[in-house]
DNA sequence: GCAGATGTATAGACCATCTATGGATAGAAC
DNA sequence: GTTCTATCCATAGATGGTCTATACATCTGC
């Protein structure tokens, strides 16, 4: 019975920022659109989330504004800023050079 | 200047076992051949090889005992179990997996 | 004999993720 | 109108893998 991955580690920050290029969300709907997306692979715990979403801030990655939904309900939307979509290519680059790496390792006979 | 990567989280064990199946090999040999075929991408410091190695004996997927180097040193050669066979299998469709799904949230527009 | 590459190993710090909570509101069901 | 479920935010503590730093030993070349 395969364990089920969850994440992959070091990897959260730049499918945040990834899913905040499309519209501005909050963590709950960030959450279901990685899962939705990854065809329900990957689950973004809260425990992992929110403090995800702390260190963007603090970097000034992206930046929150308390909104209504549309069903009424009160939530922090996150906005992906401009230093945000620059970090979001840094880590883009480094993921595939990263994946590229190991994929020579795994490959030659 | 974009940041050394050195590695990706969570995928040292794989690399290990896949790196043992071609010859078994010591600690030091082990980390120059990720090094090599990643092309110079992967660097395994000593403080994760180890400990990893260690993870890898307990859980028996590998196996040691001391030999002599080509060069008449003293060093701990490591060995592909079956069982370490059968998880790396595991490992690599695990990884395979996550690959896909983090590739799809990346790639939609 | 000294430097540098080879080779093993551990301790401590660091940091991201997970588990486990706790709380609040809206809408539906009954 | 009370209960249930889904939505929504957030933190504390544990866990675990990786990195830094260090220690030690041998062999080769100069």
Same sequence: chains 1, 2.
Wanted: glycine share 8%; no cysteine.
């Amino acid at each position: 019975m395969p364990k089920k991955p969850d994440l992959m580690p070091g990897t959260l920050d730049m499918l945040i920022l990834k899913t905040l290029t499309r519209a501005p969300q909050h963590g709950y709907g960030i959450a279901l659109s990685i899962r939705r997306a990854s065809e329900e692979v990957l689950t973004v715990e809260e425990g992992s989330l929110y403090p995800a979403l702390q260190r963007l801030l603090l970097q000034g990655w992206v930046k929150a504004e308390w909104k209504k939904t549309e069903t009424n309900r009160r939530a922090r939307y996150y906005t992906l800023t401009a230093a945000g979509r620059k970090q979001l290519g840094v880590e883009q680059s480094q993921f595939d050079q990263m994946i590229a790496a190991i994929g020579r390792v795994m490959q030659d006979a």
